[in-house]
């Protein structure tokens, strides 16, 4: 009796589990006094030439007094989302784990070292007015990317695919954070077919060395290619297509994206694991902790996740594929 009686609570706790709660910050942003807001995207910049996130950038060619680098954020961010909704990824403000808690996602433009950084847990900047008391996912991006956008920069999309990773499931892992949104941010870039791959891992001693150790791997890019050889175009809607950053360059590069079905499969498979590994351990499907995150076991699941997406997808065949599948099965 104890027993179905342990079961049933961890069957209900689940089923009562909460999206992640806002978290209510202290910190001020004083120096990021300035909001543009464009839908659900609020990017916020400094015009405070004394501040260190102070925007240099100050080409304004539509003359609106909004600084072209801010609409041209703001602009990469919507196209990403409403691309990735055609797409029908799951947005992260309307997944299970941030439902009800995020209203916006918001960007600062802000002095960094790196280009861009995601945070995972929605966050109100109560002591900044212009938050106007409104929970938020939020990015950091770099204030200074040289010629933002032009014909490289998606460091806008790498972020925001990020909260889509955060809100199916979980696992971390820069192997698997990283590697899968470097293929994903292409679906603003031109796509193209590289004539050299490289072959999927065929002995774990190759999975750990290439894939685990390794935050920008190929094994996503290898992955979406044999699921995928760009055959199939992407029917973008007419309005996608006509969009234009502010100096009139097209925001789509083509209408091409290798391996998102595949992609989209996985992230689906990561959800429906890591909900069930929440209910085996009695835990919030939406609120692990940072040492349950990113618990070494969790690559096994992903693998798994991997796994059973390419058998939907009959990458299963070569030996190339049916080799990197019998890693997986030995896996424990």
């Known amino acids: 009796m104890k027993r179905k009686l342990n079961l049933f609570l961890v069957i209900f706790l689940s089923s009562k589990a909460l999206a992640t709660p806002c978290h209510s910050s202290n910190i001020s942003f004083s120096d990021l006094e300035s909001v543009f807001q464009d839908k659900k995207i609020r990017v916020f910049y400094s015009n405070n030439s004394l501040s260190k996130n102070f925007l240099i950038d100050r080409t304004d060619y539509n003359n609106n007094r909004i600084p072209d680098y801010v609409e041209n954020v703001a602009i990469q961010a919507n196209a990403t989302i409403d691309a990735l909704t055609q797409l029908e990824f799951l947005n992260p403000l309307l997944s299970q784990r941030y439902v009800g808690q995020a209203d916006y996602i918001d960007i600062h433009l802000v002095s960094l070292k790196g280009n861009g950084i995601a945070y995972e847990v929605p966050v109100n900047f109560v002591k900044n007015p212009t938050k106007s008391n409104k929970c938020a996912l939020l990015i950091k991006v770099r204030n200074n990317l040289e010629k933002f956008p032009g014909n490289y920069w998606t460091t806008v999309t790498h972020e925001i695919f990020h909260l889509y990773q955060y809100g199916y499931s979980q ?162």
């Open 171 to 332: 696992f971390k892992g820069g192997w698997y954070l990283e590697g899968m949104t470097r293929q994903m941010e292409r679906v603003l870039k031109e796509d193209k077919v590289e004539r050299k791959n490289s072959s999927l891992p065929s002995t774990y001693s190759e999975l750990d060395k290439g894939v685990y150790l390794v935050s920008y791997n190929k094994l996503w890019s290898r992955l979406a290619t044999l699921s995928d050889d760009l055959n199939n175009d992407i029917n973008w809607s007419a309005e996608l297509k006509s969009r234009k950053y502010i100096d009139n360059s097209i925001v789509l590069k083509d209408n091409k994206l290798r391996g998102y079905k595949f992609i989209k499969r996985v992230l689906e498979n990561m959800k429906t694991i890591s909900n069930n590994v929440s209910l085996k351990k009695g835990i919030d499907k939406n609120n692990w902790n940072e040492e349950g995150q990113n618990d070494p076991n969790n690559k096994v699941y992903i693998m798994k996740a991997i796994q059973m997406s390419m058998n939907q997808f009959n990458i299963n065949r070569t030996k190339e594929e049916v080799s990197f599948l019998k890693i997986i099965d030995n896996m424990k």
